[in-house]
């Protein structure tokens, strides 16, 4: 996706698939589901395998390596330091592939971005929902929004994830208007 865009622009890359010690279990409990012995050691090789081709192309893409737990703190220091030298982030926060095709809950953690972006700068961050859209190979950028600075984060934080999922909804749907790439 980062390919296309005019812009600089690092994506969230959660910390397991950051290593050749920890990437090969983490795509096979992720990625590959057999269900049987076999397919579970055929699964294992072919991991194993490309785990190294992956961690190569992820690279290229100056990856922002993304905890969660007590290490959260480490993923919103290096996204607020990439922000500042004038990198976009991309962030996929759905909490599960949804069933329906549609944008399942966001994991909120991402909007921490929000206070400290606006403690280093002074500036809102303009945060814009984005659909990747597999049926007509699009992806469409909604319009921005921004938390108010001068209201309670932890008051904003949930409503604001549920418009963010909401904006990316329609934008699947093709009912706000966006960019489509």
């Known amino acids: 996706m980062s390919g296309w865009f005019p812009r600089s622009s690092r994506p969230w890359v959660l910390d397991q698939m950051l290593s050749l010690k920890t990437m090969p279990a983490y795509m096979r409990t992720e990625f590959f589901h057999a269900k049987s012995r076999l397919g579970q050691t055929l699964y294992s090789i072919l991991s194993t395998l490309i785990s190294p081709f992956a961690l190569f192309a992820i690279q290229r893409t100056r990856p922002i390596s993304t905890h969660r737990g007590m290490n959260a703190h480490l993923t919103i220091q290096e ?103």
């Open 79 to 181: 996204s607020i330091e990439s922000l500042v030298a004038g990198d976009d982030n991309i962030i996929f926060p759905e909490k599960q592939e949804p069933l329906d095709g549609t944008c399942d809950d966001l994991w909120p953690g991402f909007l921490h971005l929000a206070p400290e972006f606006y403690r280093a700068t002074g500036k809102e961050l303009a945060f814009y929902p984005v659909a990747v859209c597999i049926a007509d190979r699009t992806i469409r950028i909604g319009s921005c929004r921004s938390f108010d600075p001068e209201r309670s984060f932890h008051v904003q934080k949930l409503p604001f994830a549920a418009q963010l999922r909401e904006d990316i909804i329609a934008l699947m749907h093709k009912t706000e208007q966006g960019i489509t790439i």
